[in-house]
């Protein structure tokens, strides 16, 4: 999985484009749902309390899958992205036109807000390239609302003071190929090659989860048994965790930068043209990644 440092990596624009009419024609993002699984217009969870009590933890105020979102800086023109979102409230929102994104864990409240878990001191991580094209890193707090299942809006702070981040997230649904259902045997058990530039990676999941691989650069990227899971087989989500080692440097990008542990969030998606491919996204806390690779 390459770092670079100028351009998006080749044909992702594409894959957005492509997501971006879908949803505009009926397949996400509105407030009813176009398959009958929607949760209409009452908000995420529909379940705030009516007795003045304080909101609760529930489960979810969205639903789990994919979105065609927007990230936005204070003073910025806006950036077109997807957001992912696991049923575990894993996430990750990537910017498709920069090296922007934001990732992190979720809780969600009765009031149909979400935040950071607050209670295990889960810290969400802004990485971007600033104007110098050096890698930046700045741990901050994801804070926002539903306005149903399937829409949300959301602000990324950072901690420090000095950080000068404050984003807005929008994010719609896409429910056609959020709502796939998906099996380690049957979709994520294979092989999956990615050329970005002249650089080759290939990453083989297993059925139990684990995950072997490398790139031309010379990074080995490894994962145990349950690297990989689905954590609800409804929905076409999967998260977990790959360990990159023995990356050389890079366009400017230090071996330190590039390996580490990535805790990534992505799906699978089918065209005739080029088959059955792997979309994932993720961080090490220095540095963004995506990964667009075919069977």
Do not use: H
Not at 114 to 134: N, P, Q
Not at 159 to 170: E, G, K, R
Not at 253 to 266: A, E, F, H, K, M
């Amino acid at each position: 999985m390459s770092k670079l440092t100028g351009n998006v990596l080749p044909g992702f624009s594409v894959l957005f484009i492509a997501l971006s009419l879908a949803a505009c024609g009926g397949g996400g993002g509105s407030s009813s749902s176009d398959d009958g699984t929607g949760g209409g217009t009452d908000g995420g969870s529909g379940s705030t309390p009516d007795d003045g009590s304080d909101p609760v933890a529930v489960e979810t105020v969205v639903k789990p899958g994919i979105f065609t979102s927007t990230i936005t800086e204070s003073g910025e023109p806006d950036q077109s992205a997807l957001a992912l979102l696991s049923s575990t409230g894993e996430y990750a929102v990537f910017s498709t036109e920069t090296q922007a994104g934001t990732f992190g864990r979720l809780t969600f409240q009765s009031d149909d807000t979400f935040s950071e878990d607050v209670e295990e001191e889960e810290k969400g991580t802004y990485v971007f390239l600033d104007e110098s094209r050096i890698w930046r890193s700045i741990d901050g707090s994801l804070k926002g609302s539903a306005a149903s299942l399937e829409e949300f809006t959301a602000a990324f702070t950072g901690d420090a003071a000095d950080s000068d981040v404050d984003l807005s997230i929008t994010g719609k649904r896409f429910n056609a190929l959020s709502d796939q259902q998906l099996t380690m045997e049957e979709d994520l058990n294979a092989t999956y090659s990615m050329l970005a530039g002249e650089i080759t990676t290939e990453v083989n999941i297993s059925l139990d989860g684990s995950v072997t691989g490398s790139d031309t650069t010379g990074c080995v990227i490894s994962g145990p048994s349950g690297a990989i899971s689905i954590p609800d087989p409804a929905y076409n989500i999967f998260e977990g965790t790959l360990s990159f080692t023995e990356c050389p440097p890079l366009n400017g990008v230090t071996s330190d930068q590039r390996n580490g542990d990535y805790q990534i969030v992505g799906y699978i998606q089918s065209s005739e043209e080029r088959g059955k491919e792997l979309v994932f996204a993720g961080t090490n806390d220095d540095v963004r990644s995506v990964f667009i690779g075919t069977r």
